[in-house]
T-cell receptor, first 112, second 112 residues
């Protein structure tokens, strides 16, 4: 079974802090994705990566950056957290092409 | 720009009822369509994936159909159970970057 893990289930941070969200997958998937999910807005793609050291902007990249130094790990970075980044963050991975995406359990981030 | 719509946003049915969840999308040039399930506070679990060349997929009590030309999909749940209570999301892969675009989901409640 594909397993996608996220470093924290719940996180509370202060405005202005630098925040790292980590995602690890164990199925050697090339593709990895970061989404945020908000009530009434659904899931929105922040960034994705097709390979190590490669990244592409999604629909809402502002205020975020990513890092993919190893194939199995994809990190989402909030350079200076703001209250409007309070959200549920979901990581996913997939094989190349138009394949099923497998999701992690999510990290619920609260920025105070 | 691809848009995915799921109406209604919420549905409540008595246990044992057969039900249909609807999904529509604006751009019929899709690679595939997926149905996901999300339990409160959790990540997404893939239920069914229909390739663009297919008309339907079945898994247990679930049957998903796809009418690409009209931009519609349905998820049929037979003999609903309280354990089916969750949010069901429809998503399509389309576009040059093979992005996954989600609907906002339908929150299903099955009453004992």
């Amino acid at each position: 079974d594909v397993k996608v893990t996220q470093s924290s289930r719940y996180l509370v941070k202060r405005t202005g802090e630098k925040v790292f969200l980590e995602c690890v997958q164990d199925m050697d998937h090339e593709n990895m994705f970061w989404y945020r999910q908000d009530p009434g807005l659904g899931l929105r793609l922040i960034y994705f990566s097709y390979d190590v050291k490669m990244k592409e902007k999604g629909d809402i990249p502002e205020g975020y950056s990513v890092s993919r130094e190893k194939k199995e790990r994809f990190s989402l970075i909030l350079e200076s957290a703001s209250t409007n980044q309070t959200s549920m963050y979901l990581c996913a991975s997939s094989l190349p092409g138009v394949e099923t995406q497998y999701f992690g359990p999510g990290t619920r981030l609260l920025v105070l | 720009k691809q848009e995915v719509t799921q109406i209604p946003a919420a549905l409540s049915v008595p246990e044992g009822e057969n039900l249909v969840l609807n999904c529509s999308f604006t751009d019929s040039a899709i690679y595939n369509l997926q149905w996901f399930r999300q339990d409160p506070g959790k990540g997404l679990t893939s239920l069914l994936l229909i390739q663009s060349s297919q008309r339907e997929q079945t898994s247990g009590r679930l049957n998903a159909s796809l009418d690409k030309s009209s931009g519609r999909s349905t998820l049929y749940i037979a003999a609903s159970q309280p354990g089916d209570s969750a949010t069901y999301l429809c998503a399509v892969i389309s576009g040059a970057n093979s992005k996954l675009t989600f609907g906002k989901g339908i929150t299903l409640s099955v009453r004992p």
